[in-house]
Structures are given as structure tokens and as C-alpha cells.
């Protein structure tokens, strides 16, 4: 990292936006809006140093500790019984992740069936091993699954936007939308300006919203 990202201020390690980033793994525009939103997500205050404005190193490691837990308390609790050879259909997977519906299960698994059989009426049934979806949801927090077995391969993020904190934004503004009885269209217009980014990552995000929200 440069002396511009990083650099000791009074004896203590200082961040400035880019070196935040850079820590915490998190896009310069997900910085962005932490700091833009500093009393919703508990932002750490900056300060000012030859002109420029920066934070303390230890400051933003315990918010973004803080922070990860948050995201990791609002998953759904996983049932971890059950032998992880056994084969689940749709609804079971979707019991086993938490979900209320089938509907709520994400395309690394709908995509990637372990075993797929056709009905008599030619509709086709996608099954899954336990160990499977439970990789599924441990790629959620980045835990090493207890239900994969060697060789096994890992399951792949839910969506591109799995672990990206602009996706929580997104599904609030989607909810909101929805509650208030408003067309979506133009949605992405309005994330595009909440996040300070491109309309077509704002249309990207609102697309994994639906499906992670289902």
C-alpha cells in the first residue's frame, strides 16, 4: 500500500478512503456510502491532516468487525442435521438454508443440480446432496463447510454480489419500492445516485437483490 493509502499521523496508523477500502476489501464506493451513512452503519468520524481527511486504523478494523457480524446475524439459521449424503428436493434445501419458500433458493443451486430426474408430466425435479446446500450456505459467511467431503468441489457465491455490502442497500430500496405500491422501473436510477455509481451496476444489484430476496 502507498504513503497515500496509509500513513502514521502521532504515532498511531491512519486510513485515508482509499486505504479504507483496501483493508476492509470493500469497494472505494461501498466507503463511500459507510461514510455518507455514518450514523446507519456507526462510520467511524475522520479527521483532517494535510489536506486530507483520514481514520484511524483501529477505528475502522472494529467497525468493520462490527460490521461483518451484523451481516452475518441477519442470515438465516442453517439446520445442520441430517446425513450430508442425502438427497433434498427444492423445498428441503429450502428448509435446510432457512427459507420459507423454495422460490428463495439462489441460482449456484437451482443452476447446478447434484441429480436431476424427470416426472411423467415432463417436468423435471433438481435434486441436491445435504452436503451440497450446505456448502451453499457456508459460502455465505466464507466457513469452511463440515458437510463437504474431500474431493468435493466448493460451491460458488450465490451471485456475483454475494458478500457486497451496496447488495443490503438494494434490497432496502427494493422493499421500500414494493411497500409503497411503486413501479420499479427506474429504480436504478435512484441506487446509481444512493451509491455513486454506474446505472448499469445499480441494474446489476437490483437483479441480485430479487434473487437473493426472492
Do not use: C
Not at 502521532?10 to 470493500?26: I, S
Amino acid at each position: 500500500m502507498n504513503d497515500v493509502a496509509r500513513r502514521i499521523i502521532n504515532g498511531r496508523t491512519a486510513l485515508d478512503r482509499t486505504g479504507v477500502a483496501a483493508h476492509t476489501g470493500a469497494a472505494y464506493t461501498t466507503v463511500n456510502h459507510w461514510r455518507r451513512h455514518r450514523a446507519r452503519f456507526g462510520f467511524p468520524r475522520g479527521f483532517a491532516h494535510d489536506g486530507r481527511e483520514w481514520f484511524w486504523l483501529d477505528d475502522i478494523e472494529a467497525f468493520h468487525s462490527a460490521h461483518l457480524a451484523a451481516k452475518r446475524a441477519e442470515l438465516t439459521k442453517v439446520d445442520r442435521r441430517g446425513d450430508p449424503e442425502d438427497f433434498l428436493g427444492s423445498g428441503a434445501a429450502a428448509r435446510v438454508l432457512g427459507y420459507s419458500s423454495y422460490r428463495n433458493l439462489p441460482d449456484t443451486l437451482l443452476d447446478n443440480p447434484d441429480r436431476v430426474e424427470e416426472l411423467s408430466d415432463g417436468r423435471v425435479r433438481r435434486l441436491w446432496y445435504r452436503r451440497t446446500v450446505w456448502a451453499v450456505a457456508d459460502a455465505r459467511t466464507g466457513r469452511q463447510s463440515t458437510g463437504r467431503t474431500p474431493g468435493t468441489t466448493g460451491a460458488r457465491k450465490p451471485h456475483p454480489y454475494a458478500d457486497d455490502p451496496r447488495l443490503q442497500v438494494a434490497i432496502t430500496l427494493l422493499a421500500e419500492a414494493d411497500a409503497a405500491g411503486q413501479d420499479r422501473r427506474g429504480l436504478g436510477v435512484t441506487l446509481a445516485g444512493q451509491l455513486d455509481i454506474t446505472e448499469r451496476t445499480a441494474q446489476r444489484l437490483l437483479a441480485a437483490a430479487v434473487a437473493s430476496s426472492g
